[in-house]
């Protein structure tokens, strides 16, 4: 089974808005990772944050992470057109041997 | 962009016969991922690598078999393909997982399809 869920499955807003996007996964982990997959392409690393860390930022983009939930949030900020992809979560499977993706969000920004 | 390739890139097949998708990296990396990616399904882990010759399956292994005789290759052969592999396959690699928090770097993908 998927380690981690994201939430919602689908989201449209409009340029400028910001969009959230959540995950939560069932073990402990080590770090989560987001990703970003436009269509028709592989997936691209965004952000990793570790389990020590609360948050992080990058450019527009802003990560939480609360282990006592087993959640994380990934927020982009003043969305554009060109963020329209989806949005995965990743952690690694209990052994630390691989990584496990969730279903993903998928981001729809309108002009 | 990682020096990753995934050959071929698109794949026609009949029922029953056997295929084999292969992934070349030339960064060195330690691990290697075999994913398929299907609607409502997001991406499913069919086999990984930790290194040459150590394979284990992921969550949709059946039909699926790998091998890894080197470093930079990592193959996926579908022993007798069926329609409900038709799917768009992901290889991935990464220096390490969980214990070594590195991120992953993807292939283009292989849309397979079984007629």
């Known amino acids: 089974s998927q380690q981690g869920e994201e939430d919602p499955q689908a989201l449209s807003i409009q340029e400028g808005e910001n969009a959230t996007m959540n995950c939560s996964y069932k073990?402990?982990?080590?770090?989560l990772q987001w990703y970003r997959q436009n269509s028709g392409r592989g997936l691209v690393h965004l952000i990793l944050i570790r389990s020590n860390e609360r948050e992080k930022h990058s450019g527009r983009l802003r990560v939480t992470l609360d282990t006592s939930k087993k959640s994380s949030s990934l927020l982009i900020t003043a969305s554009r057109a060109a963020d329209t992809a989806s949005y995965f979560c990743a952690t690694s499977n209990q052994a630390g041997t691989a990584l496990i993706f969730g279903k993903g969000t998928t981001l729809s920004v309108s002009s | 962009d990682a020096g990753i390739t995934q050959s071929p890139r698109h794949k026609v097949t009949e029922t029953g016969t056997p295929v084999t998708l292969r992934c070349h990296q030339t960064?060195?990396?330690?691990?290697m991922y075999w994913y398929r990616q299907d609607p409502g399904h997001g991406l499913r882990l069919i086999h990984y690598?930790?290194?040459?010759?150590?394979?284990d399956k992921g969550e949709v292994s059946d039909g699926y078999s790998v091998s890894r005789s080197k470093t930079e290759d990592f193959l996926l052969t579908l022993e007798s393909a069926t329609s409900s592999q038709t799917s768009v396959y992901f290889c991935?690699?990464?220096?390490?997982?969980?214990?070594?928090?590195?991120?992953?770097?993807f292939g283009q993908g292989t849309r397979l399809t079984v007629v």
């Open positions: 690598s930790y290194g040459v010759k150590d394979t």
């Open positions: 073990t402990s982990i080590n770090n």
């Open positions: 960064e060195n990396h330690r691990y």
């Open positions: 991935a690699i990464s220096e390490s997982t969980g214990l070594g928090n590195t991120e992953a770097f």
